[in-house]
């Protein structure tokens, strides 16, 4: 996937020219479908969890993004993670919507539902509510998540589902070449939008934090600089950049301490807006606050019913309700 | 008043007792009258003592239009009788108008020389204007030619309530005069009243003040027919002689939610429904939510597309994945039913049809989405398609969904519509024992497995769940290789994939029941009917029969593919009529596909065919 979208056309990847060539060994008169199974690779025997290897995790799929493409990053990074997770590889599924990221799926080899435009965060919801087991990751992209799927993205937040959200924030769509996305910058010349793009970006992190997402860790001054020589401190409600050392007499005591586990959100909102140049720009743990989580609330609920009403009976069901006989 | 309701005189003067057969009343009121609740107690009672029913509420698409108007009037019609009935009844014989407006709308369907039982204390000038009435019609000659019975509901149901010491306010004790005009119908027809006596009690029960008014004004209702001379003649319809067996009163909308339930249970997964609320369809829901002592998972999703995509993906995880909508929100999910016909997952797609295009007539009836369901997606995107005839039928066809889901994974449309999502029938309750098993099979060898191989009598893949060691695969939206599953762009492998998935469809076929014939086998003309039509259509050819005509009728509850034998018997008649509430779109898949003359008979008023309709159609083919 570019960057910018602006590349040549000896780089164009339409999403017909980038899957052609994957699967060219069907026959040429047709599959039938009395064949044998060949020697496919969906299922390979599951090793023992915790001996997993970065290569359990790696499909047999050619990996098609362009040459260069951050996409390969995150994909290596992924599969190499894994396996440290400790769970069991058959637990584990990728869902995906459209664009370039989300052939991810294909390149993982657990299971894997490559979906429609927008939509994944949707399918993810019906799989990890009627199955809680399973650790479900949703691979999207700026315009899959923020655009045709903005909608999804904020219910599936709000509901706080435990999922795992990697959004590839390219700020391009890349699959079809190259027009703006909800996240490209304003005045971003591309081929919809030569003239520079005039809506305004959304901050995919804002979002999120403003639909109630909950995460990660926490506890230390905000502190920067490749000579952690800068810090963020409060100036009335307004971040500040202020700078550290004798020069100005200001040490970490004086900036601001990162509490993940704070509930109110307005801080980590206050984060989430912090954009370069004008400040650093925040990576890591911004939110991670407990709450229950839509599959255990609903799977209780279930429970609950159970035990005050008994485990439903088909019989009593059906004779409910006004009855009476006819002789 | 007082002393009637302490000492109901029952039997005090002789009256005329009539015995009819067959009676049809349309209670009609303000949309704030409660006048489906009247309906419905007498529909229940009616049920308990031994008659057929056929109900049809017909309810304004606004929650209150204002007090009066003709746009707020709300009509519950139902047919009761002492043999086999179908239909709620072509024409009222009885009207009960608590407004004028409610007779403005309903006067014109009554029959001549009918009956009608008005309120006269709300035929005052506002009122009258309201319905747009130029002058009075109790006093002008608008109600020429009808039985009418002017009664002071209103003044008599309070006057009664303060003799009684009901300590209401005079609007709450207002509200209970449905229970009086009911009454007064109790008595006509020679109802009991314990049954609604009894519903009083429970439904009231955190507030006895209110259980006390309402039985005192169903009471004086009963009594104050009893004891004027109002009425001169009182009917009684005898039990109708139907199948023995155990009954239970029951709408489309609750026999679908409960037929969903059973599915899953015969299925041994459990159900999961996804639904974004939507006129017709939101009392599954409802009803859905209360069964989660099945282990059923309802999840009201933010739109109809997270709904659709939900219930897909528990499919995908083995579930029973149903998602339930009306006609505006099918057109939202196609793009996720089409991505569940590529992934070739069981899912099921309830649809309640109401009018249409667009938000078109939410309460109204409506079959015009066969052809949505049927080739309403982008690409050769087939998928099986059922549809209930009958409000208990409804039970029986969500299992017949469930278990073609599972059998062919694919995608099934379930296609009801407001007339029996609303409508009521008696339903002859079924032995569990008596009920199919539905078998799902899971891929479970890794040495053997492979995603879109494909089973020798059904074509369908393996269903392979996450969670299962060594079946991890990729699906998706993109056209899938042959066997592996893999993405694969090849001609030869598309064109193959293409056939293969419609000729799974078509090879359902093998596993659904013949189409049954009503009467002779061949002849002069078939009546084809599908859905709802079912209750209008047999009535009408079973008339017509009676009275020696050629006339057969077959109804379809597999719309595609279509039973084996449809070709067959539509080319054993000269000519073959469908009645549908669309512009023919049966009559054009027929036409199609065995080439029949077939001739559509449309009707798109947003209410179901009048049994003489038919027959007069049909007639002009004989």
């Known amino acids: 996937m570019s960057t910018n979208g602006q ?56 990996v098609r993004w362009c040459p260069g493409c951050g996409d390969y990053a995150i994909l290596n990074n992924v599969q190499k993670v894994m396996p440290e997770l400790g769970i069991p590889r058959e637990k584990i599924v990728f869902v995906s919507g459209i664009g370039c990221s989300s052939r991810f799926p294909y390149y993982m080899n657990t299971y894997g539902f490559h979906t429609i435009h927008g939509r994944a965060p949707a399918i993810a919801t019906g799989i990890k509510a009627s199955n809680p087991d399973l650790s479900v990751w949703v691979i999207t992209g700026d315009g899959d998540a923020l655009s045709i799927g903005g909608n999804h993205f904020m219910h599936a937040i709000r509901r706080n589902l435990d999922l795992n959200y990697i959004l590839f924030n390219n700020r391009i769509y890349g699959l079809t070449k190259g027009q703006y996305s909800p996240t490209s910058e304003f005045g971003k010349k591309t081929k919809s939008t030569p003239m520079g793009v005039i809506d305004y970006p959304v901050n995919p992190l804002s979002l999120a934090i403003a639909s109630g997402v909950l995460y990660l860790e926490h506890g230390k001054p905000m502190v920067f600089g490749k000579d952690r020589d800068k810090g963020i401190r409060m100036n009335g409600t307004l971040p500040e950049v202020i700078q550290l050392g004798s020069e100005t007499g200001l040490n970490e005591n004086d900036c601001l301490v990162h509490d993940s586990h704070e509930k109110d959100p307005s801080v980590a909102f206050m984060l989430a807006r912090m954009e370069f140049p004008s400040f650093p720009q925040p990576v890591g743990i911004f939110r991670d606050v407990q709450r229950d989580t839509y599959e255990d609330l609903m799977a209780h609920q279930i429970e609950e019913a159970v035990s005050r009403q008994g485990r439903g009976q088909l019989q009593k069901l059906i004779h409910s309700g006004d009855m009476w006989v006819v002789d | 008043m007082s002393a009637i309701i302490e000492n109901p005189p029952v039997g005090q003067r002789e009256r005329d007792v009539e015995e009819v057969e067959t009676v049809t009343i349309r209670f009609a009121g303000d949309s704030g009258d409660g006048m489906q609740l009247t309906g419905t107690q007498f529909t229940n009672t009616s049920a308990i003592v031994g008659n057929d029913i056929s109900t049809l509420p017909d309810f304004p698409a606004e929650i209150r239009a204002p007090a009066g108007s003709l746009p707020g009037v709300s009509g519950f019609q139902l047919n009761f009788s002492s043999r086999d009935i179908r239909t709620p009844g072509d024409e009222p014989n009885v009207l009960v108008a608590m407004n004028p407006a409610a007779l403005k709308v309903n006067l014109a369907d009554l029959e001549d020389g009918g009956t009608v039982i008005v309120n006269t204390d709300e035929f005052n000038k506002e009122n009258l204007k309201k319905a747009n009435y130029e002058s009075n019609p109790l006093e002008d000659d608008t109600l020429k030619g009808y039985r009418v019975h002017r009664l002071p509901i209103t003044t008599v149901n309070i006057r009664a309530l303060q003799e009684a010491g009901v300590k209401l306010s005079r609007k709450e004790m207002d509200r209970c005069k449905n229970f009086f005009a009911l009454g007064l119908l109790y008595w006509l027809y020679d109802r009991p009243m314990e049954p609604t006596l009894e519903w009083i009690t429970a439904k009231f029960k955190k507030n006895p003040e209110i259980v006390r008014a309402n039985e005192v004004a169903l009471k004086t ?88 995509c939900a219930a897909i993906g528990a499919s995908f995880t083995g579930h029973v994945g149903v998602t339930g909508t009306s006609g505006p929100g099918v057109a939202l999910k196609q793009e996720a039913i089409g991505l569940a016909v590529m992934t070739e997952l069981p899912l099921v797609i309830i649809n309640v049809q109401r009018g249409g295009p667009s938000t078109g007539l939410p309460t109204k009836t409506e079959q015009a989405d066969l052809f949505q369901a049927v080739w309403g997606r982008n690409g050769e995107c087939p998928a099986i398609v059922v549809a209930p005839a009958t409000p208990a039928d409804c039970f029986h066809m969500a299992i017949e969904a469930v278990r073609l889901a599972y059998r062919y994974m694919s995608p099934v449309f379930y296609l009801s519509d407001g007339y029996l999502a609303n409508g009521a029938e008696p339903w002859l309750v079924p032995e569990i024992e008596d009920l199919p098993v539905i078998e799902v099979k899971f891929a479970d060898d890794p040495a053997t497995f492979m995603p879109y191989a494909r089973d020798e009598e059904t074509l369908a893949r393996p269903y392979a769940l996450p969670g299962t060691p060594g079946l991890e695969h990729r699906i998706g939206g993109i056209e899938k290789q042959h066997l592996t599953g893999n993405v694969n762009y090849d001609p030869e492998n598309h064109h193959f994939m293409v056939l293969m998935r419609q000729a799974k469809v078509d090879r359902a076929a093998q596993d659904i029941p013949d189409v049954e014939v009503f009467g002779a086998s061949e002849g002069k003309v078939l009546v084809l009917g599908w859905g709802s039509t079912y209750g209008s259509i047999t009535s009408a050819v079973e008339r017509m029969q009676a009275e020696g005509k050629p006339v057969s009728s077959a109804h379809l509850r597999h719309l595609n593919p279509f039973p084996a034998n449809l070709g067959e018997v539509l080319r054993s008649f000269e000519r073959v009529i469908v009645p549908e509430m669309n512009l023919g779109q049966l009559a054009t898949m027929i036409r199609a596909k065995y080439l029949v003359p077939a001739v559509p008979f449309s009707k798109v008023k947003g209410r179901p065919f009048q049994i003489r309709e038919i027959v007069r159609k049909v007639e002009e083919y004989l």
């Open chain 1, 7 to 62: 590349e040549g056309n000896g780089n164009k990847r339409t999403e017909e020219q980038a899957a052609g060539g994957i699967g060219g060994n069907v026959s040429g008169a047709g599959p039938s479908p009395e064949s044998e199974p060949g020697s496919v690779t969906a299922g390979r025997p599951a090793p023992p969890p915790g001996k997993l290897t970065k290569a359990d995790f790696t499909s047999d799929q050619e």
């Open chain 2, 221 to 308: 209702g009963y009594n104050f027919a009893d004891t004027t001379e109002v009425f001169t003649t009182h009917y009684k319809v005898k039990k109708a002689v139907i199948t023995p067996g155990k009954y239970r009163k029951i709408t489309g909308n609750e026999a679908t939610a409960i037929g969903f339930v059973t599915a899953a249970e015969l299925a041994g997964r459990p159900l999961f429904y996804g639904s974004y609320p939507i006129t017709p369809a939101s009392d599954i829901l409802h009803e859905l939510s209360r069964h989660k002592n099945f282990g059923v998972k309802t999840f009201q999703a933010e739109d109809e597309i997270a709904a659709v």
